[in-house]
């Protein structure tokens, strides 16, 4: 799974390099900016790759009791469902410094109220992430039980209610670590066009982003333009 998501990366992303094996320019200038700052911070003392494992189980557990659902904590710590799965296999003493820190920073509050006014800037995002893939714009809008001008909607607003931010964060936590159907040539094509419409107007994968939510912060690997 850690090779399909590196594999899909976008051109500029560390990962595309060490585990999709790309060794363009983009590549592999992201290759060199991560070993820089990894020097710095063995130089400084400050270079801690691993941590404790049963901190951040405990956490997932909390999450979970209070009803919060894995997928939901994949989709705000910004991680595949399936890396916490992993977090749980038996004899996992050890996770990665940066895994942890996304999960600890998931709380229990974190899910906005239904019909509180938020920030739709995680919202526009991730509807852009999955065209990106090519999920089409009719069938997210289908699986949302939304017309056909939502995302154009969605896209111009700065925010959006609290029920459509966690519509659309449960949509993503489900489509984000599954391609879109291509079995027939309709398939095919409408995926290829949520693609090329996504990639027209300068979307991202959800992998350009550190924390998808963010309003500001800027994606990684891009060689022009920014996504919002």
Same mark, same amino acid.
């Given at each position: 799974?850690?090779?399909?998501?590196?594999?899909?990366?976008?051109?500029?992303?560390?990962?595309?390099?060490?585990m999709g094996?790309?060794?363009?320019?983009?590549?592999?200038?992201?290759m060199?900016?991560?070993?820089?700052?990894?020097?710095?911070?063995i130089?400084?003392?400050?270079w801690? @790759?691993?941590?404790d494992?049963?901190p951040?189980?405990?956490?997932?557990?909390?999450?979970?009791?209070?009803?919060?659902? *894995?997928?939901?904590?994949?989709?705000l710590?910004?991680?595949?469902?399936?890396?916490?799965?992993?977090?749980?296999?038996?004899g996992?003493?050890r996770?990665?410094?940066?895994?942890?820190?996304?999960l600890?920073?998931?709380?229990?509050?974190?899910?906005? @109220?239904?019909?509180?006014?938020?920030?739709?800037?995680?919202?526009r995002?991730?509807?852009?992430?999955?065209?990106?893939?090519?999920?089409?714009?009719?069938?997210?809008?289908?699986? *949302?039980?939304?017309?056909?001008?939502?995302?154009?909607r969605?896209?111009?607003?700065?925010?959006?209610?609290?029920?459509?931010a966690?519509?659309?964060?449960?949509?993503?936590?489900?489509?984000?670590?599954?391609?879109? @159907?291509?079995?027939?040539r309709?398939?095919?094509?409408?995926?290829?066009r949520?693609q090329?419409?996504?990639?027209?107007?300068?979307?991202?994968?959800?992998?350009a982003?550190?924390?998808?939510?963010?309003?500001?912060?800027? @994606?990684?690997?891009?060689?022009?333009?920014?996504?919002s």
């Amino acid at each position: 799974m850690a090779a399909k998501y590196a594999t899909n990366a976008p051109h500029g992303v560390y990962h595309r390099y060490t585990m999709g094996g790309c060794r363009c320019e983009l590549c592999h200038a992201a290759m060199l900016r991560y070993n820089k700052r990894r020097l710095a911070l063995i130089q400084r003392g400050e270079w801690k @790759p691993w941590t404790d494992a049963e901190p951040v189980r405990r956490h997932v557990r909390k999450l979970r009791q209070g009803g919060m659902r *894995l997928e939901t904590i994949a989709s705000l710590a910004g991680v595949a469902p399936g890396n916490i799965y992993k977090l749980f296999d038996a004899g996992r003493t050890r996770v990665r410094s940066h895994f942890a820190d996304k999960l600890l920073g998931v709380r229990p509050d974190d899910t906005p @109220p239904l019909h509180a006014r938020v920030d739709s800037t995680g919202t526009r995002r991730k509807l852009q992430a999955l065209m990106y893939m090519g999920w089409s714009a009719q069938v997210l809008t289908e699986r *949302l039980g939304m017309d056909r001008s939502f995302i154009r909607r969605v896209m111009n607003r700065s925010q959006v209610e609290g029920v459509t931010a966690r519509a659309v964060q449960d949509l993503f936590a489900e489509l984000s670590i599954v391609g879109p @159907p291509v079995r027939t040539r309709y398939e095919r094509a409408s995926a290829t066009r949520a693609q090329r419409y996504a990639r027209e107007r300068g979307w991202v994968s959800a992998l350009a982003w550190d924390d998808i939510d963010n309003p500001k912060e800027k @994606p990684k690997g891009l060689a022009r333009g920014e996504a919002s």
